[in-house]
């Protein structure tokens, strides 16, 4: 009896033991075997599955789904971080200082934070910022620009132009450029293109020339090992690019998509590109690679016909009080002269702007893009005229009649010789205030390049783009009507061959022939002999 007890004291502790270690939960799923067990059970009752055996790994896996999910359910997920985040984690480094000035900066920090400066005046503004940033002439006053144009009702807004100023201020640092400033925004359908103007460094491009040059060496040492014929049709000279420094390509331009991102250099423009981009209509997409679908097509890439309605923008609409440039006096080539032929006038006194309104006391002082794509008229026919000498040509061909150069209107003309265009002025004058002339600041919109302002403050101006970079089509855009198809060559027919008797008819009348004209040529040999005697 004794020993019946103990077992079934054994077996109850055995089993108070099992059931203690099933209802231990795991530490990866905070579960116990004796629940899991339970459920399973509970699952088996309510759904009386056939074969319950079989299949009893799969409910297993089921009920431990079930229970994970409640638990999961109670769970946020993390958020996703947003382009407006990642925008200003990448503008928050326009607002860093240099570490050697962090305690100096940070106490002008506590006294006067950069966000308190679009609250102030742009004198009080610009004058902190220039002993902040020790900007002399190296770092554009763009607070002051922003400034004046709100007075005249335009701009990017007063935010958008302090962090355009820093992005600018970060540009002329990296790239050590001599002078820079705020060009203007072009839109597009993705995203927009900051747009700053930079003075051309000589010898900047010098490296690419001489690769070119490279090529062209290669390219000609192949073609002179190549047995194969060589086409002998030759292309129209095409019109040379104008240098850089000179004519459309005297400013460089860099581009970026929002202040702090990383600025691009636009390439230079050829004459080529401007003379396509007259032709066609097309919005900015705000990616430089992509490409140009048009007619006619354009050659090259969204970069090229970026920098080449900048170039016609400026062209178009760069204008400034009369008197504030001057025309430069130099000795030297004529070319050198209508390149670079005015500069500041240090006695410019201003002009009130109550007189501001007449367009004759404004001009433009940017050279106008010629219809060759250029702005100074080059000679190709007597570039071709030294091409075939170069070759060897022996063949005498008749000259062709010189061309007459193009001219165009001449640096600081006035914008009342601008012409009209649909019945519409090229101009809009207005004034930011008609209480207060005396503070007032003068305005010039283009109705042919609509996004252009200018602005006139006493000795103060400025010029600024804000617009989708298209030219005013009037009411409606008409492509260029593709060439006509070309005709197909005239068919030709056989003629039939003669007979025996048309070939010995035509035979004797060609020996007539050679025996008059035997008889003619001895006759004339006779009359000079006695002319000698």
Not at 381 to 404: F, H, L, M, T
Request: aromatic share 8%.
């Amino acid at each position: 009896m004794d020993a019946k007890q103990d077992e079934s004291a054994g077996k109850l502790q055995s089993a108070r033991s099992l059931k203690a270690l099933m209802m231990t939960n795991s530490p990866q799923s905070n579960t116990n075997l004796y629940d899991h067990l339970t459920l399973l059970l509970m699952k088996v009752m309510d759904e009386h599955p056939h074969d319950a055996v079989d299949v009893i790994e799969d409910i297993s896996h089921d009920v431990k789904l079930t229970f994970s999910e409640d638990k999961q359910n109670l769970l946020r997920d993390l958020p996703e971080t947003t382009a407006a985040e990642l925008l200003a984690e990448q503008q928050r480094l326009l607002f860093s200082r240099p570490e050697e000035d962090e305690q100096e900066e940070q106490l002008k920090a506590d006294v006067f934070p950069v966000f308190a400066v679009s609250l102030i005046p742009a004198t009080v503004a610009h004058k902190w910022m220039s002993n902040h940033y020790n900007m002399e002439t190296l770092h554009p006053n763009v607070r002051e620009v922003g400034f004046y144009l709100e007075q005249a009702g335009v701009g990017l807004g007063r935010e958008e132009m302090q962090r355009i100023f820093l992005a600018l201020k970060q540009l002329v640092e990296s790239q050590a450029l001599l002078g820079c400033r705020l060009w203007g925004k072009i839109l597009g359908t993705e995203s927009s293109y900051i747009v700053a103007e930079a003075q051309y460094i000589e010898g900047e491009e010098e490296k690419n020339s001489e690769e070119v040059a490279e090529e062209e060496e290669e390219r000609e040492a192949e073609n002179e090992m190549d047995p194969l014929p060589r086409s002998t049709y030759k292309l129209l000279p095409a019109v040379p690019k104008e240098a850089l420094g000179t004519g459309a390509n005297t400013f460089v331009y860099y581009v970026c998509k929002e202040p702090g991102h990383s600025w691009v250099k636009l390439p230079s423009v050829s004459p080529a590109q401007i003379t396509v981009a007259r032709l066609i209509y097309k919005f900015f997409t705000g990616r430089l690679d992509s490409p140009v679908v048009s007619y006619p097509p354009f050659p090259g890439n969204e970069a090229n016909y970026l920098r080449a309605q900048i170039a016609r923008i400026s062209a178009g609409t760069q204008v400034s009080p009369r008197g504030f440039f001057r025309a430069r006096e130099e000795e030297g080539d004529e070319d050198e002269v209508v390149q670079d032929s005015i500069e500041v006038n240090p006695d410019f006194e201003g002009i009130p702007v109550s007189e501001m309104a007449s367009f004759s006391n404004w001009v433009h002082h940017v050279q106008h893009i010629l219809q060759q794509g250029r702005c100074t008229w080059v000679n190709l026919a007597a570039k071709s005229g030294e091409d075939s000498n170069e070759e060897g040509e022996a063949e005498e061909k008749e000259e062709p009649d010189e061309p007459e150069p193009e001219v165009g209107p001449r640096l600081l003309d006035s914008l009342s010789k601008d012409s009209e265009m649909f019945n519409i002025p090229p101009w809009t004058f207005k004034v930011s205030s008609t209480l207060t002339f005396q503070h007032a600041v003068a305005v010039q919109r283009s109705n042919l390049w609509p996004g252009a302002y200018a602005y006139a403050c006493g000795k103060k101006f400025e010029n600024i783009y804000v617009g989708w970079g298209l030219k005013y089509a009037g009411e409606g855009y008409s492509p260029p009507v593709p060439p006509l198809p070309q005709t197909q060559y005239p068919q030709m027919t056989e003629a039939l061959d003669p007979s025996l008797e048309e070939e010995q008819v035509l035979e004797e009348a060609l020996e007539e022939q050679r025996a008059v004209q035997k008889q003619m040529e001895d006759l004339d040999d006779e009359d000079e002999e006695d002319d000698d005697d």
